[in-house]
Structures are given as structure tokens and as C-alpha cells.
């Protein structure tokens, strides 16, 4: 009767090298954007309900404002110090992994922008809900917004101007906002201004005027009287953003003045990570300023 062979035992030491090979560990930002990637499938998923696919968007838009704030942050800071090299087991350096990132959430938010469009709002729209373009809307729907523009929203508005002695202001992080490109009657040099749509107003405006639940966007009643905010002016072209803002805080715990040290963090987080703008879906650019949202 032979004895069975004795079983090898591999040195700790070739354990521990295999063990530290890259390839061998999933990058922890790009696992978090697959996970929202799930979140997506379900709003794609045509057995879930409509209303849900639609809340099923949301949850992915909330989940990728929330990762720029913190993640994407983070790695921002690390360039800001110079620092291009990775402690992490996937050893991915941040210049590296922003650019993945943003490869990454361009194919998301286009598939977004694509279920919303073209799988989600027709179905709402058969079962009377429905988001309506400006050539959509009646001469007594129009007036009906007219009225709301004038007596809700103009008196909350305060426009801001950018020129030499106007530098771009500071935006509130996830604030909806307004460019606006003007032009004096008489002169070629274009003009820019950003009007903020108001927080304290609903962002849906409801139109009682038909059957079912018709909404107008907020910001979309607001450019379409873009031309009484700006009397006598020439209006060239207007666009929505919102801005994403660092959000990542490092403080050491032993600071002597933590509200300075606070102060301090807040001004570096003047940089924005993330602007969304109206007709460009699909196409951030995660490693330092704007991409695209209707």
C-alpha cells in the first residue's frame, strides 16, 4: 500500500508576494461606481414599476453627487499635493483613477440619460404624468406661468453679472443655476450673467390647465422669461448647471483651532468637482470641472 504524497506547504513569504500583486484587488472607487451601476439596472429593469424606475434614477444621481463630493474629492486633494502614487492595494495612481472615473461616469449617465429619455418618461406621460417643453405649452398655459414667474419667482431672483470688476461668484454646492450670454443693442462683445434658481420654490411647477399631473421645471419657466430679467439686453443663449463641490475633509485630530482649521477647509473647497449643464448628458469630466445634466 504506497503512502499518499506529502502535501507542499507554500513558503509564507511566496504567499505574501502573491498577495501584494495589484491585479489581485478591485479599486474600491471604481467598485463603489459598479454598485451604482446596479442601482441603474433596476431603473432599466421594465418588470419594476415606472414610478419606481424613476425613483430608481434619482437614487443613482443622489448616490453619484455624493461620491464626487467625497471620493472623487479626496483623490483631487491628493493631486493638489503632489502626491501621484497609491497606497492602496490596487496601487491605480489618482491622476490615473480620475480618468477612469470619468471614463466610467460618462458610459453611466449616458445609459441614465437614455432610460429617462427614451424608457421612463413616455410611460408616465401614457399614465398622465408628464414634464413639458416650452413648444408643448398653450397660450393659456403660458400665461398661467407668466403669472407664477411674475408674482412667485421674479421677486426672488437676484441675477449676478461677470465682468472685470464682477469675477464668476461663489455657487453654493448643488445649487441649481442659470448662464446666461447677453449682448448690448449696438455692440459685438458678448456679456455673462448667472441667474440662481430660487431653493424656496418648488422645483416642478404644476400646470392646472390639463388633466393628469403636468409639471413645467422651475428652471425652465425662469429662461423662458429670461428677457424681463434682462430689459433692453439681447439674449444669445442660456443654459442650466449645477456645481459639485468638495465635500472631503482631512483634519488631524490634535489641531489647536479647530473652527480655523474648519475655515481653511471650507475655502479649499472652492474648487468645483462636478458642473452639470443642460444639454450635454453623459459627459463629466471627473477630474477637476464640469459634465452634463438636463
Same mark, same amino acid.
Given at each position: ?28 472607487? !471604481? ?36 461620491? +464626487? ?23 491605480? @495612481? ?19 440619460? #437614455? ?6 418618461? @413616455?410611460? =408616465? ?11 408643448? !405649452? ?16 421674479? @421677486?426672488?431672483?437676484?441675477? =449676478?453679472?461677470?465682468?472685470?470688476? #464682477?469675477?464668476? %461668484? ?9 448662464? /446666461? ?16 434658481? @430660487?431653493? /424656496?420654490?418648488?422645483?416642478?411647477? %404644476? ?7 403636468? +409639471?413645467?421645471?422651475?428652471?425652465? /419657466? ?20 449645477? /456645481? ?28 468645483? !468637482? ?21
Amino acid at each position: 500500500m504506497s503512502e499518499n504524497p506529502r502535501t507542499q506547504i507554500t513558503p509564507f513569504t511566496e504567499v505574501a508576494n502573491r498577495l501584494d500583486d495589484p491585479s489581485l484587488f478591485i479599486n474600491r472607487e !471604481l467598485s463603489w461606481l459598479e454598485f451604482n451601476r446596479r442601482v441603474l439596472e433596476e431603473a432599466a429593469d421594465p418588470s419594476v414599476p415606472v414610478l419606481e424606475r424613476l425613483k430608481f434614477v434619482s437614487i443613482f444621481t443622489s448616490n453619484l453627487e455624493e461620491f +464626487f463630493m467625497v471620493r472623487v474629492g479626496g483623490l483631487l486633494q491628493k493631486l493638489q499635493a503632489g502626491i501621484n502614487v497609491s497606497n492602496a492595494a490596487d496601487r491605480i @495612481p489618482p491622476r490615473e483613477l480620475l480618468q477612469r472615473i470619468n471614463l466610467l461616469v460618462q458610459e453611466l449617465t449616458a445609459q441614465q440619460y #437614455h432610460l429617462l429619455t427614451n424608457e421612463i418618461l @413616455p410611460p =408616465l406621460a401614457k399614465a398622465g404624468i408628464q414634464i413639458l417643453q416650452v413648444e408643448e !405649452l398653450t397660450i393659456e398655459e403660458r400665461a398661467h406661468l407668466h403669472n407664477f414667474f411674475t408674482k412667485q419667482i421674479l @421677486p426672488v431672483l437676484t441675477p =449676478l453679472a461677470i465682468d472685470p470688476g #464682477h469675477p464668476f %461668484p461663489h455657487l453654493s454646492n448643488k445649487t441649481l443655476n442659470l448662464a /446666461v450670454m447677453l449682448k448690448r443693442p449696438g455692440l459685438m462683445e458678448p456679456l455673462f450673467a448667472v441667474v440662481q434658481v @430660487p431653493a /424656496v420654490l418648488q422645483r416642478f411647477v %404644476p400646470l392646472p390647465t390639463r388633466s393628469g399631473h403636468c +409639471f413645467v421645471p422651475l428652471e425652465r /419657466v425662469i429662461r423662458m422669461h429670461l428677457p424681463e430679467i434682462f430689459l433692453g439686453m439681447e439674449l444669445m443663449s442660456s443654459t442650466t448647471f449645477q /456645481v459639485i463641490r468638495n465635500r472631503e475633509y482631512e483634519i488631524d485630530e490634535e489641531v489647536e483651532d479647530l473652527i480655523k482649521t474648519m475655515e481653511e477647509e471650507q475655502e479649499a473647497e472652492e474648487q468645483a !468637482l462636478r458642473a452639470e449643464a443642460e444639454g450635454l448628458p453623459g459627459r463629466p469630466i471627473g477630474a477637476g470641472r464640469s459634465d452634463a445634466q438636463a
